[in-house]
């Protein structure tokens, strides 16, 4: 079955620099990538994905590449804020199918 | 609109007792899966359901789990003779049809077995 790895478990920025969290996956038949951010207490909430046809995806601040190939996509955060300061999960699957998370990257902004 | 809703929010048990933990997706959404999170873990996939069916039940830790769904809506997730690393939060989440769809989480149940 897929597995998914990711990394750092741990990253601290400088509020205003760039963030970036990197995932591989296992199973070349995954299609569907999404991210999502956990704040305390709360579920987690997707802010981005990107389907295996696209090798890029932009929204504002946030931007997820995806390398077929290689089978890694990576999470990048730019002009990074306070309230950027959460859990990240990312995850692969295939259509109609489980969705596998990686075990999360604990994301710290430093004023 | 009203999102994913699970109850209890808390729950402390004693081992060897069944615990129910109850899961009231967006109305309309298919797709229901339950994942556990342990302290500084992340997201282990338990179950999927499509509809009332449960195409993957691979994630089950053990036999004292099982999970249903009735009338496409709400799902309950049973842990019989709870035992201490039952201890997590467990995450209900729905989509509007699988696949490419996005989850939408629960605030999840956090359960304690003492």
């Known amino acids: 079955g897929e597995n998914v790895e990711q990394h750092p478990s741990t990253l601290s920025v400088q509020e205003g620099d760039s963030a970036v969290i990197k995932c591989t996956y296992s199973?070349?038949?995954?299609?569907?990538f999404p991210w999502y951010k956990q704040e305390l207490g709360k579920g987690p909430q997707l802010i981005i994905d990107?389907?295996?046809?696209?090798g890029e995806k932009k929204d504002q601040r946030i931007a997820v590449t995806l390398n077929k190939t290689a089978k890694h996509f990576s999470l990048h955060i730019t002009e990074t804020q306070p309230e950027d300061s959460a859990v990240y999960f990312c995850a692969a699957s295939k259509v109609n199918d489980k969705i596998i998370f990686g075990k999360g990257t604990r994301l710290h902004i430093l004023p | 609109g009203a999102g994913v809703s699970q109850s209890p929010s808390n729950k402390v048990t004693e081992k060897g007792k069944d615990v129910e933990l109850r899961c009231d997706p967006i109305s309309g959404h298919t797709a229901l899966y339950w994942y556990r999170q342990s302290l500084g873990q992340g997201l282990e996939f338990l179950i999927y359901f499509q509809g009332n069916s449960a195409p993957d039940k691979s994630g089950l830790p053990s036999d004292r789990f099982s999970a249903e769904r009735t009338g496409g809506s709400v799902s309950t997730l049973t842990i019989q003779r709870t035992q201490q690393e039952d201890s997590a939060v467990y995450l209900c989440?729905?989509?509007?049809?699988?696949?490419?769809?996005?989850?939408?989480f629960g605030n999840g149940t956090r359960l304690t077995v003492t």
């Open positions: 199973d070349s038949a995954s299609n569907y």
């Open positions: 990107i389907r295996s046809n696209v």
């Open positions: 989440a729905s989509s509007l049809q699988g696949g490419y769809s996005p989850l939408h």
